[in-house]
Nanobody, 118 residues
Framework: QVQLVESGGGLVQPGGSLRLSCAASGFTFGSHAMSWYRQAPGKERELVAC????????DYADSVKGRFTTSRDNGRNTVYLQMNKLKPEDTAVYYC???????????WGQGTQVTVSS
């Protein structure tokens, strides 16, 4: 059974920082690229960031480039998303999934809410 458990969200002021974690289980974590997605109310889920299997390469949506950094710890089956200089438009529920820019698993986790507001 594949499990993806996101955590670390919360309420922050514009310009603030937050670090999200995604704990994965039920598959060979180190054999897959991982990606972060987000979904705001009334909008479709969008790809935010992705990272290769060993963490050697990353890619980001233009909207977060230079502000967000994704990393992973294959020993702990965990992928991270460090979010800096947060903007109100970053407000969304953030999800993780396996795959390089294309979600591999159809059973999404609960996600973690990020709210950026003054």
């Amino acid at each position: 059974q594949v499990q993806l458990v996101e955590s670390g969200g919360g309420l922050v002021q514009p310009g603030g920082s937050l670090r999200l974690s995604c704990a994965a289980s039920g598959f060979t974590f180190g054999s897959h690229a991982m990606s972060w997605y987000r979904q705001a109310p009334g909008k479709e889920r969008e790809l935010v960031a992705c990272i290769t299997r060993a963490g050697g390469s990353t890619d980001y949506a233009d909207s977060v480039k230079g502000r967000f950094t994704t990393s992973r710890d294959n020993g702990r089956n965990t992928v991270y998303l460090q979010m800096n200089k947060l903007k109100p438009e970053d407000t969304a529920v953030y999800y993780c999934n396996a795959g390089w820019k294309v979600a591999l698993f159809t059973n999404w986790g609960q996600g973690t809410q990020v709210t950026v507001s003054s």
